[in-house]
């Protein structure tokens, strides 16, 4: 299913006070714990982004994406889009355009493969954007 997802939403790149940021789709038919999502790759105009500058955003909270494998008790819900909130102060600048390229993984808790492995989901997808 996720090859037919399109994870970045169109528009929405945008700038913030301290960075820019957009969101992406839930590349799954099911609701998901964040604990099952992983953030493996993101580059802006073919630029990797450290990943310690990368905060995902979600039912109203925000979290270094280093922190989301603890977050089992928070969903990411099918219809909802999630933020990719990035630390890089003027780094994009309103009316620019960028290529954002994102590579996510997840994890489904109720598909167990193996001793402590469990089915896991990959997507990459690739939008150039008009900063707004």
Known sequence: MGASVKLIRE??????????AFDIRLNWYRSLPLSSVDILSL???GEQ???DQIYFQVNGHTYPIQELVERFEELWFVQDSAGLFVHQPGKVQS???HTLEAEVSLRFPYMNIGPGKFLTNVTKFASTQIAR
């Open 11 to 20: 528009n929405s790149l945008r700038v913030e006070a301290t960075g820019y």
């Open 43 to 45: 580059k802006v105009d």
């Open 49 to 51: 982004v450290p990943s």
């Open 95 to 97: 009316g620019t355009v």
